[in-house]
């Protein structure tokens, strides 16, 4: 392989039509998922800078600290990239729920003889 994207050390985001990038966090010590959400390039940057999750919202149409209205912020330990850099891994240590709902996760339910049930 000679695709720097695939094999170099240079972060080159494939962003997608939208300008972004599948972001997906999980907890830093456990490894369990916490929720999926979109970067564009001020996302990534703030994420880079400041070490705290920036994600782009889709239905609000701009740019969003993870935490900014309910103080549950994900410190990132680390970030990492797929093969051909068109997703990011988030490994953080959350403050608080991941998800808007107040659950730990955003994937709180699972799909049970055709039924979503609550995992407690």
Same mark, same amino acid.
């Given at each position: 392989?000679?695709?720097?994207? /695939? &094999? $170099?050390?240079? =972060? *080159?985001?494939?962003?997608?039509? @939208?300008?972004?990038?599948?972001?997906?966090?999980?907890?830093? /010590? &456990? $490894?369990?998922? =916490? *929720?999926?959400?979109?970067?564009? @390039?001020?996302?990534?940057?703030?994420?880079?800078?400041?070490? /705290?999750?920036?994600?782009?919202?889709?239905?609000?149409?701009?740019?969003?600290?993870?935490?900014?209205?309910?103080?549950?912020?994900?410190?990132?330990?680390?970030?990492?990239?797929?093969?051909?850099?068109?997703?990011?891994?988030?490994?953080?240590?959350?403050?608080?729920?991941?998800?808007?709902?107040?659950?730990?996760?955003?994937?709180?339910?699972?799909?049970?003889?055709?039924?979503?049930?609550?995992?407690?």
């Amino acid at each position: 392989m000679t695709d720097d994207r /695939e &094999t $170099g050390t240079t =972060l *080159m985001p494939r962003w997608d039509a @939208a300008g972004l990038v599948t972001a997906v966090v999980t907890h830093a /010590e &456990t $490894g369990h998922p =916490l *929720m999926v959400a979109h970067m564009n @390039a001020d996302a990534l940057d703030r994420t880079i800078e400041s070490g /705290e999750a920036w994600f782009w919202s889709r239905s609000r149409g701009r740019l969003w600290k993870k935490g900014e209205t309910s103080g549950h912020v994900m410190k990132v330990v680390e970030l990492r990239v797929d093969c051909d850099q068109d997703a990011i891994w988030l490994r953080a240590e959350p403050h608080g729920p991941a998800c808007h709902t107040n659950a730990a996760s955003c994937f709180y339910r699972r799909l049970e003889d055709g039924a979503l049930v609550r995992v407690v």
